[in-house]
Structure formats: structure tokens, C-alpha cells
């Protein structure tokens, strides 16, 4: 069996490591991957969707799944199909929910699914006026795909201002910024819930928590992730009923009336308010670093579970009682500047499993290449010893400038 992984981050690792879990004799190939997914496969350095179809073609790769989020809205499964080549995520009409947040805000609408009121505009005039009568704060997004840094929460009207010119008239996202969504701010507690579809059901994993900000107390800029728990603690058997009520299931039927059926993840940003879940942004790939926190409980063998979602088949998930906390250490500088090259010691000190998300290896040694460079999980019976194991982990390790929040998992 050759499983091909495409992405280069500590989430495409995490999946490498799942699926060697329960099949050692499976071919992985990365494309790209890092110095971490070449001691359990092999990096290609491959990344246009017409050199990797050709790659998978060509090498007869049986099932390849999608890391990352911008080859699914170039349309890759649509390419792999053409060829017969079974491939797990959503093909290019369907990953507008991910790539076009204006498309998925009317489909949240059309279809009942709760989240936050907005307009959706194009030009800059008239999305100004339409501020001017608004309470704030209010979050103004850019609709395209823009690295987790196209949301903006304006506390006030001249902040607004100058977000909306930004994207409109001075194109800082370029052309991920034609048209920017305006939507009322939520003042809740986020939960990420990963799922997959498999053309006719959408399977729940179980709930996490991840720190988007870079400093303690989620202070400073968003990052792609500074860590995560799961399950999510605030995550209580009401509000799980409540998403699968108002989210869930109404995604399910919006999906298979719109024809926008797929096999593969669906990741949903929630925000809870009064016990109430509103939804914040559908991505359909696994969250990072989410992936890396969650699949170290789950029982069931990753492959079957890849397989029955693109076969159709109804899908099981037997997931550890346990609690998983991922902490993620970070080059000095991120998410703005940074230095790479630096040399990475002490994981071999270290009895918890850990992740390669940005370092290469050169002659068997970690160099730093990124700015989020390791993910060090641990889990355990409660959720105060995985994070006491994940933090005693990450004290054994060193590289100059590596920063990391001390407070992930605090509630
Ligand atoms: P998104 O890319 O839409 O998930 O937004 C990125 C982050 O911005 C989210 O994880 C939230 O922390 C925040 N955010 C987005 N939309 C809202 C909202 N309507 N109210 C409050 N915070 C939001
Ligand atoms: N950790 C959030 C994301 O993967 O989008």
C-alpha cells in the first residue's frame, strides 16, 4: 500500500505517524514534507497539482490525502479523479467552503445553519457605509484564502476604516481580498471539531481547543496555532447536542442538496455563546495543530477510516478516554520575522511523541526552517498530567530563540 501525504507541517507528520501506527509495511511519500516525515517516508519536492498527479499516477500510489488548503481549491481531487486516483478531500466546487468565506456565509444561510449576521461587500465605499451604522467591535474578513491572517475584530470605526481600505483599495491580500465579509462580532469560547464526510454522513471526531495568539492569556497577533488540547473541556454533552443540531446536520443536508458531496475532512470553527454554537468557518482539511493533539487518542487504524470515507462505506471511530495537550515551540519572531538554522538538542531526551512542523534534517540533526518548528504531545488519564508530561517534554529541548506559550491548556 503507497499513501502519498501532501504538506510540509507538523500536521502532515502526525498523520505519517498515525497511519505507520497500525500498518509499519505501508510506502508514505510526502509532498513536500521536513525533516521529519523522512525517517518514517519520503519527501518529494513537488508542488503544482499537475507535477503531483502525474507523481501519483506514475507511481501507482493508492490513496493520497490533502494536508493543505490551497491545492483543494486549485481543484487537485478534480485532477486525481481524472485519472482514477482516489484522493480524500473535497473537489474544487466544494472547497469554495473553505476558499471563499462570502460563498460559505450564503450557504450557512440558505441552509439554517446558526452563525454570526453579515454582508458581504466589493467595494470599499459602500462596505464603509455601511460601518458607519454598526455597533463595534465588528469583524471584517477578506473571502479568499489568506494564511489565517485575514480576519480583523475593528474596535472602532476608524480601525474599520482602514482594514476595509486595506483589502479593497490597497489589496494586501490581493486578490484573496476582492470581496471582504462584515460580520457581527461573537463574544464566546471557540471549540474546533474536525469530521469526516463520506458522501453520505459526517462522522464527529472528538472536540478541541486550540490557542490561536501568540502570547500568554491569547494576547498579541493570531498565529496558524500555538497549541491545542482535546477534548475541548468547555465542550459539554448539551452544546454537542446543540452543534449537531443547528451545524451539523443542517451542514449534512446543505451539502448533499447543493451537490457539493465529497469524501473527506470537514474542520468547523465554532464559537459558543450562551451555550449556543454559531459557526464561525467551515475548512475542509484538518486543523494543525488540532490533528496532532487529536489523533494520538483515536483507536480506530486511520487508514480504514481514509478508505471507508472515500469508498462510502459508514465510518467508526473509537476514540481513547483520555486527554491530549500539543504544545507547539516556536522560532523567536513568528508569525512575523524569524531566523532559521538553528540547531535543535534534546529530543532525544524526550519519551513523548513529537512532531517535526518546520526544521530539516542534516546529517541526522534538526535544523529550525520554520516558524512554528515542533509539536511535542502528550497525553494522559487527566488533562492537568498530559499538560504537566507535554511541558516537562518541552523543557528538554533547546533551540536558540525557541518561544512557546506557557499557559496551553489553561481553561
Ligand atoms: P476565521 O478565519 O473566520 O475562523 O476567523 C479567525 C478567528 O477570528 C477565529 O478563530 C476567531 O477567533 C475570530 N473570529 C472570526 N469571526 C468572529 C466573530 N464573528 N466574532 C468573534 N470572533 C471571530
Ligand atoms: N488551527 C486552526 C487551523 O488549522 O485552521
Not at 182 to 194: A, K, M, P, R, T
Not at 197 to 220: R, T, V
Request: proline share 3%.
Amino acid at each position: 500500500m503507497k499513501v502519498l501525504i501532501i504538506g510540509n507541517g507538523g500536521r502532515e507528520h502526525a498523520i505519517g505517524a498515525k497511519l505507520k501506527q497500525h500498518h509499519d509495511n505501508i510506502e508514505l511519500f510526502f509532498a513536500k514534507g521536513n525533516g521529519g516525515t523522512e525517517s518514517i517516508g519520503t519527501n518529494i519536492n513537488l508542488t503544482e497539482v499537475n507535477e503531483i498527479v502525474h507523481f501519483a499516477k506514475d507511481l501507482q500510489i493508492d490513496i493520497t490525502i490533502v494536508g493543505s488548503e490551497a491545492l483543494l481549491v486549485q481543484g487537485i481531487v478534480d485532477s486525481f479523479h481524472q485519472y482514477g486516483l482516489k484522493i480524500l478531500g473535497p473537489n474544487k466546487k466544494a472547497a469554495q467552503l473553505e476558499g471563499d468565506k462570502a460563498f460559505a456565509k450564503q450557504f450557512m444561510l440558505q441552509h439554517g445553519i446558526r452563525t454570526a449576521k453579515h454582508q458581504a461587500f466589493t467595494n470599499a465605499k459602500t462596505a464603509i457605509d455601511y460601518v458607519t451604522y454598526q455597533k463595534f467591535p465588528l469583524v471584517i474578513k477578506a473571502t479568499g484564502l489568506a494564511a489565517g491572517k485575514g480576519v480583523c475584530i475593528a474596535q472602532n470605526f476608524k480601525e474599520a476604516c482602514d482594514y476595509i481600505n486595506d483589502i479593497l483599495l490597497n489589496k494586501i491580500f490581493g486578490d484573496a481580498g476582492n470581496e471582504i465579509v462584515i460580520e457581527e462580532f461573537l463574544d464566546g469560547f471557540e471549540v474546533s471539531v474536525l469530521s469526516i464526510f463520506n458522501k453520505k454522513n459526517i462522522y464527529p471526531f472528538i472536540s478541541a481547543k486550540d490557542h490561536k495568539k501568540i502570547f500568554e492569556g491569547d494576547k498579541g497577533p493570531n498565529t496558524g496555532g500555538m497549541g491545542a488540547i482535546a477534548p475541548n473541556p468547555l465542550y459539554t454533552s448539551n452544546i454537542q447536542q446543540d452543534f449537531e443540531k443547528n451545524i451539523l446536520q443542517p451542514t449534512l443536508k446543505g451539502l448533499l442538496q447543493d451537490d457539493l458531496i465529497f469524501s473527506g475532512i470537514i474542520f468547523f470553527g465554532l464559537m459558543v455563546v450562551n451555550n449556543e454554537c454559531y459557526l464561525l468557518e467551515y475548512n475542509l482539511r484538518m486543523g494543525d495543530p488540532e490533528t496532532q493533539t487529536v489523533l494520538p487518542l483515536l483507536n480506530t487504524d486511520l487508514l480504514k477510516v481514509v478508505e471507508d470515507a472515500i469508498d462510502g462505506n459508514a465510518i467508526t471511530l473509537d476514540w481513547k478516554h483520555e486527554h491530549s495537550c500539543c504544545i507547539v515551540a516556536a522560532s523567536d519572531g513568528y508569525p512575523g520575522n524569524y531566523e532559521t538554522g538553528k540547531s535543535i538538542t534534546g529530543l532525544n531526551k524526550i519519551s513523548t511523541p513529537y512532531f517535526i512542523a518546520g526544521a530539516n534534517k542534516i546529517d541526522n540533526k534538526f535544523e529550525t526552517n520554520g516558524g512554528r518548528v515542533l509539536n511535542i504531545v502528550a497525553t494522559s488519564d487527566s488533562l492537568h498530567e498530559a499538560k504537566n508530561k507535554a511541558y516537562e517534554a518541552v523543557h528538554q529541548i533547546h533551540f536558540d530563540g525557541m518561544y512557546y506559550r506557557k499557559d496551553i491548556g489553561l481553561i
